[in-house]
């Protein structure tokens, strides 16, 4: 755990076959991570740009593409658990996710199959079925608890979203009859890139408004007290060069959350970023923020709506690259 007061873990968002043997090693001696996380995008940028994974590839010619990218993928996830495993086996968190085909999203009792397949697969207790927060990935999720898997749900923006995920895993736990550690990834850098330059021109404070939405969601979901279940802040790597690298962890370390970042992002929190809790946020200036934006005749609900159809474009479209290039 990076800071044990607080209980606030920093896992890396990324996963790449050489960085696994080596700085991702020194990261969790140096007791800067305890944790990590992938997605379809990261996948894309290790298998396609890095030589590591040509000699394994060439071993799996006779398979079908998708074959080949689950080979791939399970090794380095079980590789990264394995490195994970002493973390995971005194309970500071050394989990690694990995995310179901996003193909299924809209199709829950395929996205409990393959849940349960990469699990088996993967043999590994310290690994996180990633879902997305869909109608049919709430059923997953429940369903994929209740037989003792973790789960990582993703791909949230809204407090909507957050609250029928947690519900889901006070179900599946519950019908489970032990506790399973989930967590909620809630996307906060995408909601600025979307509003800031409009933000900007009417003169509104910028780089606010990810923050604020989260610090909602967050509060949502801690008041729900599900058992083993926390906020884990994703997508909190800068891409505006006016903000210091470590912005969005800066302004969302909260008691009993997560946040996964790039290794860059996490390096710089680690040298210069605060170690004080930024949440609460008051709900009186969250509220003000957000109706200086509804005068602006800015519809955020909608906002919200197109990242998270954008942000599954952006999963999906990094499969079929992968799959295509295999």
């Not at 005194?90 to 409990?112: H, K, N």
């Not at 997305?132 to 898997?149: D, F, N, R, V, W």
């Not at 599946?172 to 021109?201: H, P």
Request: net charge negative; proline share 3%; aromatic share 10%.
């Amino acid at each position: 755990m990076y800071l044990k007061d607080l209980k606030f873990s920093l896992w890396a968002d990324f996963i790449e076959r050489d960085y696994l043997d080596n700085e991702f090693k020194e990261l969790i001696d140096k007791k800067i991570i305890n944790g990590a996380t992938s997605n379809p995008a990261i996948f894309k940028n290790a298998i396609l740009s890095s030589n590591a994974y040509k000699e394994q590839l060439l071993t799996l010619k006779s398979l079908s593409p998708k074959e080949k990218y689950e080979a791939v993928a399970i090794y380095d996830i079980q590789k990264a658990a394995d490195i994970l495993k002493p973390l995971y086996d005194v309970g500071d968190d050394g989990y690694v996710s990995i995310e179901v085909d996003p193909f299924l999203c809209d199709d829950a009792d395929a996205t409990i199959k393959e849940g349960e397949r990469l699990y088996k697969s993967i043999g590994r207790a310290n690994v996180m079925i990633k879902i997305p927060a869909t109608k049919a990935g709430y059923i997953a999720m429940q369903t994929l608890t209740s037989k003792g898997i973790p789960v990582n749900a993703t791909l949230i923006f809204k407090k909507e979203q957050a609250i029928l995920c947690a519900k889901a895993f006070r179900d599946g736990t519950k019908e489970f009859g032990a506790t399973v550690d989930t967590v909620i990834s809630v996307f906060v850098s995408r909601i600025d890139r979307a509003l800031d330059d409009m933000l900007e021109k009417a003169k509104i404070k910028k780089a606010l408004s990810g923050i604020y939405n989260s610090a909602s969601i967050y509060e949502a979901v801690e008041s729900m007290r599900v058992d083993r279940c926390r906020v884990l802040f994703a997508s909190t790597g800068v891409k505006d060069d006016s903000l210091p690298p470590h912005y969005y962890i800066d302004g969302l370390l909260a008691y009993n959350s997560v946040n996964t970042a790039p290794v860059d992002t996490i390096k710089a929190y680690d040298a210069n970023g605060s170690k004080t809790a930024s949440l609460p946020i008051s709900q009186e200036k969250i509220r003000e923020h957000f109706e200086a934006i509804k005068f602006l005749g800015i519809d955020f609900d909608m906002i919200l709506d197109k990242q998270i159809e954008d942000g599954l474009q952006s999963f999906k479209d990094a499969f079929k690259d992968i799959l295509e290039s295999l």
